[in-house]
């Protein structure tokens, strides 16, 4: 079997929807401007696990800073169209370090999963998708190694599905039979 990388994402506003890359750096901490800038509400961090509405907005990474649709994160303007997908009480706030990501730094799929899964990719939101993968092969990969340039990425573990995969990226309609 013969991988590669079939696509490339970070997402710089976490649990807003990301950007594809064409290049892309991994570290340590996984691709640079990946999930710094982060939603809360005073319970805590908001994500569109409950506030799907939040995948409608598109978090890119511009020269100086993460934005929201275009606007600088740290804007009234971004700020407001937070507000609206996630509630009046809501703010952002940077996020720094590994404590920004949910499990780990990178999320990786494969062509084969997102092929069982049926749905857009989007909806699995990873910062890589591998190609070349049969079926569900990649159930037999954890703990395995995958090399990429120069780095290497260490295969935790299978992830389970979560809510976001219920929601249809372009429409926002929640399809909950997924």
Not at 90 to 116: C, I, K, Q, Y
Not at 117 to 124: E, K, N
Request: aromatic share 4%.
């Amino acid at each position: 079997m013969t991988l590669h990388i079939a696509g490339l994402w970070r997402y710089p506003v976490k649990s807003l929807a990301g950007e594809r890359l064409s290049t892309a750096v991994i570290g340590r901490d996984g691709i640079p401007g990946d999930r710094i800038v982060r939603v809360r509400g005073p319970e805590g961090v908001r994500t569109s696990r409950r506030h799907h509405r939040l995948l409608g907005l598109r978090g890119t990474l511009g020269p100086d800073s993460a934005l929201i649709d275009g606007h600088p994160w740290d804007s009234p303007d971004a700020l407001a169209l937070v507000k609206a997908a996630a509630g009046g009480d809501a703010w952002l706030e940077a996020s720094e370090g590994p404590g920004r990501f949910d499990v780990l730094p990178l999320l990786v799929a494969t062509d084969g999963a997102v092929a069982a899964f049926g749905r857009d990719v989007r909806r699995l939101r990873p910062n890589i998708l591998i190609g070349g993968v049969r079926d569900l092969d990649e159930a037999e990969w954890p703990g395995a190694e995958l090399r990429i340039g120069d780095a290497i990425v260490r295969l935790d573990s299978l992830r389970g599905r979560c809510p976001m995969t219920t929601v249809d990226p372009d429409t926002l309609d929640r399809d909950p039979e997924v």
